[in-house]
């Protein structure tokens, strides 16, 4: 399957574009509201995520469908369980969560998800998923029962990023966890974009123009926001 959706974003890496994604957790969004809402978020906005942690039984689907009968952005699945997949998307980042050792986060769900995506039409984009202490005790944490990688040890960090990269992730992610105190540092970005050479995405606590911009300026190429459109 052609690789649409990567293709762009590698491009629009290659050409120093900035990407914005609004990431949507279906828990916490009124489909009835898809329009207005969309009315509100930036008009720089390149993507639209939808995903959570904690996501009811075909509430991912109604939300994909919803946002679909009002906007032509592409619409990438973020799932916290193989469970809130849905072909009504556009692509899917295929998460291994590089950053816990909880074998269900680094294979088990991706077994699981295989029924689903065999004969589906979503472009599947492997990503490196690294979970970074935020300040708080995020949803990521308590449900994948994984500890945050802490900010200090930015060595450790960049090796999980290249080990990512190495395994194959064609995107790595570092991810401070829904409403963060304090979002990545743009050493830990800059570093990890020094030493791999695919695109780099953050989220996480980036609630501010000055946040997005600093991570932009660090290295990421593209900057994820959520909890400040909830």
């Known amino acids: 399957m052609k690789e649409i959706f990567y293709e762009n974003l590698q491009k629009s890496v290659s050409e120093k574009e900035k990407q914005l994604a609004i990431l949507i957790d279906p828990d916490k969004f009124e489909v009835s509201e898809a329009n207005s809402f969309l009315k509100q978020i930036p008009k720089e ?5 939808v995903g959570g942690s904690t996501v009811a039984n075909g509430e991912t689907e109604e939300t994909v469908k919803a946002l679909k009968a009002e906007t032509r952005l592409p619409i990438f699945l973020f799932p916290g369980d193989h469970s809130h997949i849905t072909p009504l998307a556009d692509a899917l980042l295929f998460l291994t969560l590089l950053s816990g050792r909880n074998a269900e ?4 769900q991706q077994i699981k998800s295989i029924s689903k995506l065999k004969n589906s039409s979503l472009e599947i984009i492997s990503t490196g998923y690294i979970l970074i202490d935020g300040g ?3 949803a990521v944490s308590k449900v994948t029962n994984t500890e945050p990688l802490p900010q200090e040890n930015i060595e450790n960090i960049v ?8 395994m194959g992730a064609k995107i790595i992610y570092l991810e401070a966890g829904s409403g963060a105190k304090f979002p990545v540092k743009p050493e830990i970005i800059s570093e990890v974009k020094k030493a791999i050479n695919i695109p780099l995405i953050v989220g996480g606590g980036i609630k501010t123009e000055a946040q997005k911009n600093t991570a932009y300026e660090a290295g990421a190429n593209m900057v994820v926001m959520g909890t400040a459109f909830e």
């Open 105 to 108: 986060y680094l294979v088990g």
């Open 45 to 49: 906005t390149t993507h639209l995520f």
């Open 136 to 138: 708080n005790d995020s």
């Open 159 to 166: 090796h999980t990023a290249l080990a990512g990269q190495f």
